[in-house]
């Protein structure tokens, strides 16, 4: 089975406020993309990934994740992360209305290839299922199959909500790269142990300071 992944990405600058303890306002945005463009080029290298739909609004980010193999889907509700989401899904289904789709963070900068494939292979088990993150309170990936509506509720505590909309949370093992996203300089300090993608790792290197 292949899978159509939607990966939703806001605009630059407003991208990674939590990051201000690690990184300043104008390093931000490249970290951001930086991130993405690492995710998006792991997912594609995934086996069981067939194509990735990127919903965004961003100039700069459409123009590199379009040259990684992305679709560039315009964030046509511009009304936060989850209208992105069913907005991505409803352009995919409409072209595609077979295929399994799963929502994915576009700040996975760790993203494993082997990993992310042993994710969705446990999520073909079920109607709709979700992997939740690191911290164990928020989601990095929410599957569904043919036929099956995506129902994201992708935000504070995602985990609880979307265990209570009836997914199923998945406990594949040896996917920590999956669960890996980035919110804060700790989430950046794990990623960067586990190792990230080139992209990421360019970025992060001119972090020289807390402060920067």
Excluded: Y
Aim: charged share 20%; hydrophobic share 50%; net charge negative.
């Amino acid at each position: 089975m292949l899978w159509t992944l939607v990966i939703p990405l806001k605009p630059l600058t407003l991208a990674k406020s939590r990051l201000a303890d690690t990184a300043g306002a104008g390093v931000r945005p490249g970290l951001a993309l930086a991130f993405a463009q690492d995710t998006v080029a792991a997912a594609l290298a995934c086996v069981a990934v067939r194509d990735v739909a990127v919903v965004t609004d961003d100039a700069l980010a459409a123009r590199e994740l379009a040259a990684l193999g992305a679709r560039i889907v315009p964030d046509e509700p511009r009304a936060g992360l989850n209208a992105a989401l069913a907005h991505g899904e409803e352009v995919v289904r409409g072209s595609r209305p077979q295929s399994p789709l799963a929502a994915l963070n576009a700040d996975l900068p760790a993203l494993r290839p082997e990993e992310l494939a042993r994710v969705l292979d446990a999520a073909t088990q079920f109607p709709r299922a979700f992997l939740p993150d690191a911290a164990e309170i928020g989601t990095t990936l929410l599957a569904a199959a043919p036929g099956r509506d995506l129902l994201p509720a992708f935000g504070p505590d995602s985990r609880a909500r979307h265990r209570a909309s009836g997914a199923t949370e998945l406990t594949p093992p040896a996917v920590d790269s999956v669960r890996q996203d980035v919110d804060t300089g700790d989430d950046l300090r794990a990623a960067l142990a586990l190792g990230v993608g080139p992209r990421t790792a360019a970025a992060a290197e001119r972090l020289t300071s807390p402060g920067q």
